[in-house]
């Protein structure tokens, strides 16, 4: 075993793996004295993390070829790392309030993102599947973290029982695809010959990844389970996992499916188109905020389908990219809900945010701007991000996508511009309680406040993860 090598690809999960051992340790001795420290201490260890994904950026490969890194994985890693421990942050004023300030919530995020990392890091279908397990069991739990809540309960189970559905599928697709080529390592399947067993296992693989991201027609659960966890459980979704599993995504149909785009080409089209519509459509009729932007998220990963669809050399970094902006808008808008509470608890109806732009100016500011960005409004970073992601679409051919895309965009403006119409020009209801959602606000600022810049990054981002694209 090369001690080197190990540590040069997989220092992150390391350091992962043996604080949340020392946290669960220090949490079985000093119970509920190590509960109000946990979170400051989870969001200090997930942050360590990211910056150890940058300086290992080069990457390298260990365990025999089961594990192997780059610059584009761990980049996508670092940004994986560094919502998580945000979304901790915010997450605290929300935990104390509602008295669910335990150390277990701070070990769940930590262990949820070494499943990241172990995915993201994956060479082989095996190491694969240890962590996609990783991350959904710490999820479920989540999920059902506010155990006195039905919803919260009802969220973990539909979440538990769907999920071990879609396991099952990709643990399945993973043994057609050994017995047909003879291994689960993505670099021997890239040399195997595409026969039918091939197909079939692709398939399944695809239809259990396709629940991971909720891509459509896989994404009954989303709007139950953001409207049922509690709203940092939300916050943590709609990030860090999001991203991670869309790039493992891309890895897997990338690495070791690349030389049979076009047989799964076709089938990530119409996984987009319907996401996106489905998405568009779909938000409109909703009234409370987390189901919509769990509808939202279903619209925007089609969006970065059609980046998956375009293949590795255009689309991969129009992805990586578009992904990030994504996860960072969404960490600052539920950065924004979690500012905002009224004595019946936390806001979730469209119809609280009337007039918040008189009683909370700032905070209107705010969420303007990171749902326009989300909407994809020009000059913010969720412009950007779609605007590389049809520009993939549009060099690979993908013209009917494309439009699609575009035709979606202008729908979902109409659930958009109605919170905005809200917030701006509702009646001014009665103040909201003191949250202490200092943290958020400054995220939320700091996002905002990172949008003018994000023409640079994207071109340091491309050029980082192996493409080039012009924003003109």
Known sequence: ?????????????????????IAVVLGAVLRE????????????????????????????????GLWETDRFTNLAKAVCYFCAGVALLIAEPYLVKERLIRYEYALLVIFASLGMGITLSANDLMTLYLGIETLSLSSYVLAAFNRDSQRSSEAGLKYFVLGALASGLILYGSSLVYG????????????????????????????????????????????????????????????????????VFATILFEAFGNAID???????????????????????????KRLFAYSSIGNMGYALIALAAGE???????????????????????????MRRR???????SELSGLSSTMPWLAVCMTALVFSVAGIPPLGGFFGKLVVFQAGVEAGLWPIVIIGVIASVVSLGYYLRIIMIMWGGDKLAPFENMSGTVGITVSAAT??????????IGWMMSLAGGSFSLG
Not at 1 to 21: C, K, Q, R, S, V
Not at 344 to 350: A, L, Q, S
Not at 448 to 457: G, Y
């Open 344 to 350: 019946g608890g936390m806001v979730e109806d469209i």
């Open 313 to 339: 050399d255009i689309g991969g970094p129009a992805l990586l990219v578009y992904m990030v902006i994504y996860a960072l808008s969404q960490l600052g808008i539920f950065g924004v809900l979690l500012s």
């Open 263 to 289: 047989q799964w080409q076709d089938v990530i089209l119409i996984i987009s188109g319907a996401s996106m519509l489905i998405g568009a459509f779909g938000a409109l009729r909703q009234t409370n905020l």
């Open 180 to 247: 047909f080529s003879g291994s689960t390592n993505y670099d021997a399947i890239a040399q195997a010959e595409f026969g039918i067993g091939l197909v079939f296992g692709l398939v399944l693989l695809i239809t259990g990844l396709a629940f991971k991201v909720s891509a459509a027609p896989l994404h009954v659960w989303t709007p139950d389970v953001y409207e049922g966890a509690p709203t940092p459980v939300v916050a943590f979704f709609a990030s860090a996992p999001k991203l991670a599993s869309m790039v």
């Open 1 to 21: 075993m090369n001690w080197d090598e190990i540590f040069a690809a997989a220092t992150p999960e390391l350091y992962l793996a043996f604080a949340g051992l």
């Open 448 to 457: 905002i406040l990172a949008f003018p810049v994000f023409t640079v990054v």
């Open 33 to 64: 004295r190590f509960a109000t420290v946990s979170i400051k201490a989870g969001a200090l260890i997930l942050l360590g993390a990211c910056a150890l994904s940058l300086f290992n950026i080069e990457g390298g490969v260990a365990f025999n």
